[in-house]
């Protein structure tokens, strides 16, 4: 009698017992999602590039090609996402434990900083200029160009093996223009491995904060994109016949600069011709890369004392892949410190 009752006892305890769990089990099956997030994982408010600008591959199918590609020797510590790394919707490889997420940028790190392959000087000039034997562009070791819609459709291989090792893509003007040719110049200099940025040109007679905006919105913030280029000068061309101040200039300039470096994390370039640096930049922006159009003489005798990064040393160049005449520029600076500049200036 006395087992009996021990028994029941315990059967009853037993019965309790498994209510209780299986009570628990369904109430955390119930229970909303943890709003918490793994320390490797940020939210990040940077602004994802247009899939009409980069790549078309489904992400699927980027996953898959990622998955495949990684190399097994790797340790898992380098595989953790960088405090540089881009957007937060970069592909994951699939099949793979969270400790091992990739980089945002499916490209290595390592493969993105190898120096890329620099090709000499076979540009000819339809109106040669002897700068002198000393300060020759062709002294120079990197050379590249900058196109707009005037070149048309470009041969880009053709045209990277003829020397052209960067190349500046006109992107805007003002605060409603896009070049009609920018989206796909953009994504065929991608594609034929040229390094590769976008300028504006600064119309006056709008505001600097609508300009930067409108910049923003049409080209993608990239990895690997040379910094943002501000083209500056007086056009007698244009319809704004607008001459402001110096004071004004200047004040505009650094709106817009400050607007593009904040969103694009890189200091943008100057770019300017001789009668408008006179009247406006002589002395002016110390601390900004300047690009300096000298098609007559040497950067040092039209700009005196100023640094300079780009030289644009022609409007006439001539060049298979391109018809009709293209402007040419020499970096300022060794083969070496070139990948040291784009290193130091792309992400």
Request: with cysteine; hydrophobic share 30%.
């Given at each position: 009698m006395r087992l009996s009752a021990v028994s029941t006892i315990l059967l009853a305890c037993l019965t309790i017992s498994g209510c209780a769990a299986r009570g628990e089990r369904e109430a955390a099956q119930a229970a909303p999602p943890s709003k918490e997030l793994t320390?490797?994982?940020?939210?990040?408010?940077?602004?994802?590039?247009?899939?009409?600008?980069g790549e078309t591959v489904s992400r699927v199918e980027r996953q898959q090609a990622l998955a495949v590609a990684m190399p097994t020797n790797l340790r898992p510590e380098s595989l953790m996402p960088s405090d540089q790394s881009g957007d937060d919707d970069a592909p994951v490889p699939l099949q793979r434990p969270l400790a091992m997420l990739s980089p945002s940028n499916p490209v290595p790190r390592a493969l993105r900083q190898q120096p890329m392959q620099i090709y000499s000087h076979r540009f000819r000039d339809a109106k040669?200029?002897?700068?002198?034997?000393?300060?020759?562009?062709?002294?120079?070791?990197?050379?590249?160009?900058?196109?707009?819609?005037?070149?048309g459709e470009i041969d880009w291989d053709t045209l990277r093996t003829q020397g052209a090792n960067f190349v500046y893509i006109k992107a805007t003007d003002g605060g409603d223009h896009i070049d009609p040719m920018f989206k796909k110049n953009w994504r065929a200099a991608q594609q034929a491995g040229l390094k590769h940025g976008a300028y504006h040109f600064f119309y006056w007679c709008r505001t600097a904060g609508e300009q930067a905006d409108w910049f923003i919105r049409n080209v993608p913030r990239e990895a690997g994109a040379l910094p943002p280029v501000i083209d500056v000068e007086w056009n007698?061309?244009?319809?704004?016949k607008r001459r402001p101040s110096r004071e004004q200039v200047l004040a505009k300039m650094q709106v817009f600069m400050d607007k593009l470096e904040k969103h694009y994390g890189q200091r943008p370039i100057v770019y300017t011709a001789p009668d408008f640096y006179r009247d406006n930049l002589s002395g002016e922006l110390l601390n900004y890369p300047f690009w300096l159009r000298a098609v007559a003489q040497h950067p040092s005798k039209v700009y005196p004392g100023r640094k300079w990064l780009f030289w644009q040393y022609s409007g006439s160049g001539v060049s298979h892949g391109?018809?009709?005449?293209?402007?040419?520029?020499?970096?300022?600076?060794?083969?070496?410190?070139w990948h040291n500049w784009v290193a130091s200036s792309v992400h």
């Open positions: 320390g490797s994982i940020t939210k990040t408010s940077r602004v994802v590039p247009s899939v009409e600008i040669p200029i002897n700068f002198g034997t000393s300060t020759s562009p062709r002294k120079l070791a990197v050379h590249g160009v900058d196109v707009s819609r005037w070149q007698g061309e244009s319809s704004c391109v018809e009709g005449k293209i402007d040419l520029n020499a970096f300022h600076g060794s083969e070496q410190d």
